[in-house]
């Protein structure tokens, strides 16, 4: 009985509240019958207990309005004197400033409630808010009140425009094509929602029938989400105490020294006869000794001694290296 009592109390009017503090404070009506004279002619009997207080109809039906609704509505009717009164002042002009200062002040829940839409992408709602505010002003500066259109609705789109502006040129780290950008938009918008319906995280599939897209579709705006911020190969990792990815990746490969001797030398050969090409393939691709490659060739080994040594004697000569 004391709790609702309680929140009947909390939803009354002040009108209200002060009607039941003085009817709560009168005296009982037992007492009252007490106190007044009691006739000589009647009979002496026991005072009737007091009936219960009927509840109030109007508190019930008619509860107060709700206080954020309340503070909406009075920041609306704010927002409408204020342009009446900007509209009337010229540009420039220290109360012209005034009055859009408090325009300002007073639609900034305005331009936090545009910035809550964006608390996933992990930046600084701080951050955030100062470029909503941005559009704010763009949109007071540009607001007429007589086309006949509430400000709240002609501001919003130009508060998210901006926000989505600087996320779009100034966060990411790599640039992302726009069509992949907006498929991530909705790429996240359906995962939220999976993951409330199914109560897990829903798999690529899932995602990609929910949007009639592939799941290659999938995976590339995934891999687009997470191109706001590069992680640097040098930074060490956080909790685990590992070194940073420089020291984790690669290796130095033995053979990179060999490289460039090896494309001097594919140079070189094309210069070379097709037999001398083909013993040098034979003796040092193929590994085959002189008495192999003479009798692969025909010939006798000391001409196959006399054409390697002719051979590196011309590559020598060529070598710009060694020039």
């Known amino acids: 009985m004391d709790e609702s009592t309680d929140e009947l109390t909390s939803e ?20 009252a019958s007490a106190q007044a004279p009691t006739p000589a002619s009647s009979p002496a009997r026991s005072p009737d207990p007091a009936p219960d207080p009927a509840p109030d109809p109007a508190t019930d039906q ?84 007589d086309r006949g259109v509430q400000f709240p609705t002609f501001a919003m789109p130009t508060v998210v425009g901006e926000i989505k502006r600087y996320f779009r040129d100034n966060v990411r780290t790599v640039h992302v094509p726009r069509r992949l ?25 899932e995602i990609a029938e929910r949007l009639r897209i592939t799941e290659e579709d999938v995976l590339s705006c995934i891999e687009a989400g997470r191109s706001y911020h590069a992680t640097s190969l040098e930074a060490a990792q956080e909790g685990d105490g590992m070194p940073g990815l420089l020291d984790r990746l690669g290796y130095e490969d033995p053979a990179l020294d060999g490289v460039e001797h090896r494309d001097l030398v594919r140079h ?33 080994q000391m001409h196959v001694s006399r054409l390697l040594a002719r051979s590196f004697q011309r590559l020598r000569s060529a070598n710009r290296i060694d020039a």
């Open 12 to 31: 009354l009017t002040d009108e209200e509240v002060a009607l039941t503090v003085s009817a709560s404070t009168a005296p009982p009506q037992n007492q």
């Open 268 to 300: 070189l050969l094309v210069q070379l006869p097709e037999r001398e090409q083909r013993i040098l393939l034979l003796r040092y691709y193929s590994n085959l000794t002189q008495s192999q490659i003479s009798a692969e060739l025909g010939v006798s």
């Open 181 to 205: 950008h907006e498929l991530w938009v909705q790429v996240n918008g359906a995962t939220e929602d999976l993951t409330t319906a199914f109560g897990r995280s829903p798999s690529t599939a």
């Open 62 to 145: 008619h509860p107060a309005p709700d206080p954020a609704k309340r503070r909406g509505a009075d920041t609306r009717a704010l927002t409408q004197v204020l342009f009446g009164q900007l509209k009337e002042l010229e540009p420039g002009t220290p109360e012209h400033t005034r009055v859009r200062a408090a325009l300002i002040e007073a639609n900034l829940p305005l331009v936090r409630y545009a910035a809550a839409r964006f608390r996933s992408r992990n930046e600084p709602m701080e951050d955030v808010v100062q470029v909503g505010t941005i559009g704010l002003i763009n949109a007071i500066d540009r607001f007429d009140p």
